[in-house]
């Protein structure tokens, strides 16, 4: 019988499994999925060889842990079954917005409950996960999440107050990223660069920041000033980034993620 049950078979899911099996912490046989009628549940299965269920409790049949990873906007509408079937589970949420309180309503007998935030490098096992428990963990309960959430990266336990401004930092923050890359590619091509050119050294610059920036392990302001020299091209390009606001933009934009998470939250 499957030790963990995926309800929801979609790419966040897909990441958790694939990386489970890869990591070799789980078998295929302990894992089993269930989706609704897109196809992506059977194709999951064909893929990895978990199996598939063929109703909730087939899913939850012997399993100690049900991962929750169907649309946020589903829950209102979860089979009412859930809250029979789920007693006694450790219940793991990667539904965006989807306060602890809220799920305790479709899963008021759970053991325990973990609201999770991953964003979207989880596919690629480079995520940053937040996420928060509705009570203290067993130690068996947090060993599951963390070698669920380890699947697709890294994860960082939070207080659920703190899980708005978290989603504005990591939850949307790859995509501040992605829109710097492309910025960074135009001023390339602005600059004269083919725009393959352009974006080959945008992407590989980040890159390679990231990275170092990771491994140093020092505050980003010190790898910046490693860049610059006085009166420099560095010194004059962060001189233009600083009179246009730079750093307050970007301030400006992880507090409007935050608001707007706040505001889905209390739909």
């Known amino acids: ?14 990441a958790m499994v694939e990386g489970l099996i890869a990591r070799g912490g789980f078998a295929p046989a302990d894992l089993a999925c269930l989706g609704g009628k897109g196809g992506t549940a059977a194709a999951l299965s064909s893929r990895t060889a978990i199996r598939l269920a063929g109703s909730l409790d087939e899913l939850l049949d012997g399993a100690g842990t049900l991962v929750v990873a169907f649309k946020p906007q589903q829950l209102g509408a979860a089979d ?4 029979r079937l789920s007693s006694g589970k450790l219940v793991i949420s990667v539904l965006a917005g989807r306060r602890l309180a809220r799920l305790a309503q479709v899963f008021p007998a759970a053991r325990n409950i973990v609201r999770c935030m991953p ?8 995520g940053m996960t ?13 060993a599951t999440v963390e070698s ?12 659920e107050a703190q899980m708005d401004a978290l989603t504005g930092v990591s939850g949307s923050g790859p995509a501040y990223v992605f829109e710097f890359a492309g ?5 390339g091509i602005a600059a004269g ?17 990231a990275r170092l920036l990771a491994e140093r392990k020092v505050p980003p302001e010190s790898l910046r000033d490693e860049v610059v020299s006085p009166n420099g091209t560095t010194h004059a390009a962060l001189q233009r980034l600083s009179a246009g606001g730079f750093r307050g933009l970007i301030r400006d934009a992880v507090l409007a993620a935050k608001a ?8």
């Open 183 to 187: 910025a960074l590619r135009d001023g």
């Open 119 to 126: 964003n979207t490098a989880s596919r690629i096992g480079a």
């Open 148 to 159: 669920l959430l380890g699947a697709l990266g890294e994860s960082l336990e939070v207080p």
């Open 130 to 142: 937040g996420w928060c428990s509705q009570g203290p963990l067993a130690a068996g309960d947090r």
């Open 193 to 209: 660069l083919e725009p393959a050119t352009a974006e080959r050294l945008a992407v590989g610059t980040l890159l390679g920041a």
């Open 260 to 267: 707007r998470s706040g505001e889905l939250s209390a739909e």
């Open 1 to 14: 019988m499957p030790k963990i049950g995926f309800l929801g078979a979609g790419r966040m899911a897909s």
């Open 80 to 83: 009412a079954g859930l809250a």
